[in-house]
């Protein structure tokens, strides 16, 4: 299914009740967008998450959907909850509360890029947010909610596997002396977003394709995983943030020389994370 504002590659046969979603990954940048814009096309994506689309493009193949954002993370940021508004953006926009992401220009319409820098000449119109959540946003967090409902429906929980990368330079500082650098990080909300067991075992599949995981430092999750982890119910979402560098010229936002190989380790990785959601192959403890 394809629509301005997502792709959904389903399964032929739907077998876990496992979801993968990627909503910073699209990189269609219109050209009336581009003429709105401060910065050449470039720097507008270096907020993307160029090709994790491709990373995860197996998922499918292994029983579960794929839905990707059909629309850029610089157009509007789709794991912000619909209210992140940013006053130093948008006109008319209230200051309600301290929301540190909508500080820093990264609310669900994003007033910089990575680095702080400026997409905008000045503000945008009230009507212009409003109609990129209901052109975008609502669309893409309809169909996630939906995929979920499905798996639930069907397997009697759902595992969201939100899929992101990282710059390489996020975990600057955050690696003890002589341990080696984390390659992935998996943020549940320090446990709020997806229980232990799921968490485990999708660490134990990225350790056993030989990637170092971290968990929840520097990222714990933001509004998708709060919004769509309810272990309780036997709805768990986590965030997977993979470093760049492991497969991409970061400054040139084109794949490595090496991708194909990294895309190929993912896709076991991918294999084996689905697994985890075919109740009748490994039955979860009881949620």
Known sequence: MHNAAFHLHAPDRHDTCC???SPHSARNYSDWFLRA????ALTLRSSEDAFVDLLFAAAPQHGAPLLLAGAPRAFVDLNRNADELDPALIEGVRHAGHNPRVAAGLGVIPRVVAGGRAIYRGKL?????????????????AALAAQMDIAHRMFGRAILIDCHSMPH??????????????????????????SGDVTDRIEAAFTAAGLVVARNTPFAGAYIAQAYGRPARGRHAVQI??????????????????????????????ADITDIGRAAAMPLAAE
Do not use: C, N
């Open 169 to 194: 330079e996020a975990m600057d500082g955050t690696v003890r002396p002589g341990a080696r650098r984390p390659d992935v990080v998996l943020g549940t909300r320090f446990g709020a977003s997806a």
């Open 19 to 21: 979801v993968f979603a």
């Open 241 to 270: 943030e993979i470093d760049r560098a492991l497969y991409m010229d970061e400054k040139a936002v084109r794949p490595a020389p090496g991708f194909g190989a990294f895309q190929a380790l993912l896709a076991g990785v991918i």
């Open 37 to 40: 814009s401060e910065l050449d």
């Open 125 to 141: 119109a009230p009507a212009e947010a409003q109609a990129r959540i209901e052109a975008v946003w609502r669309p893409y967090h």
